[in-house]
């Protein structure tokens, strides 16, 4: 009874853990993935386009029902903001994403994509 115990405590303490690692493995999944779809001749706009695709309508239904009351009022600076959220965070970063992953492995793209919290520290550091 006591190991049990000692045991789930355990695997609660060691989620975070395996979460991460869990994560880790779809994104190497999804490098080799799209690398075999790129090397099939796809369209690498319209991979992007299929990304967004469902990431839109995946999100869009949790949007609606668990943040309906929690939304600021569109002004024109709310629009211009999340024009140019979707334009340098999500298209711009995409199309370079997917056209190295054109150019080079899914090993350095994979190598490449876990650098990316370093370099964004070093441009804060040195735009402060």
Same mark, same amino acid.
């Given at each position: 009874?006591?190991?049990?115990?000692?045991? $789930?405590?355990?695997?609660?303490?060691?989620?975070?853990?395996?979460?991460?690692?869990?994560?880790?493995? =779809?994104?190497?999944? =999804?490098?080799v993935l799209y690398k075999l779809a790129v090397?099939?001749?796809?369209?690498?706009?319209?991979?992007?386009?299929?990304?967004?695709?469902?990431?839109?309508?995946?999100?869009?239904?949790?949007?609606?029902?668990?943040?309906?009351? &929690?939304?600021? &009022?569109? +002004?024109?600076? @709310?629009?211009?903001?999340?024009?140019? $959220?979707?334009?340098?965070?999500? +298209?711009?970063? %995409?199309?370079?994403? @997917? %056209?190295?992953?054109?150019?080079t492995s899914a090993t350095f793209v994979s190598?490449?994509?876990?650098?990316?919290?370093?370099? +964004?520290?070093?441009?804060?550091?040195?735009?402060?």
């Amino acid at each position: 009874m006591e190991s049990g115990r000692r045991m $789930c405590n355990g695997l609660h303490a060691a989620k975070p853990a395996i979460l991460m690692a869990l994560v880790q493995s =779809v994104y190497a999944g =999804v490098n080799v993935l799209y690398k075999l779809a790129v090397n099939d001749g796809m369209n690498l706009m319209i991979l992007i386009a299929f990304r967004f695709l469902f990431a839109s309508l995946f999100m869009l239904p949790l949007a609606f029902f668990l943040e309906r009351n &929690k939304r600021p &009022k569109m +002004t024109w600076s @709310v629009l211009f903001y999340g024009f140019l $959220c979707g334009l340098f965070g999500g +298209t711009l970063s %995409q199309n370079l994403y @997917v %056209q190295s992953l054109a150019m080079t492995s899914a090993t350095f793209v994979s190598a490449m994509q876990n650098l990316s919290p370093a370099i +964004t520290f070093l441009l804060a550091l040195s735009f402060r």
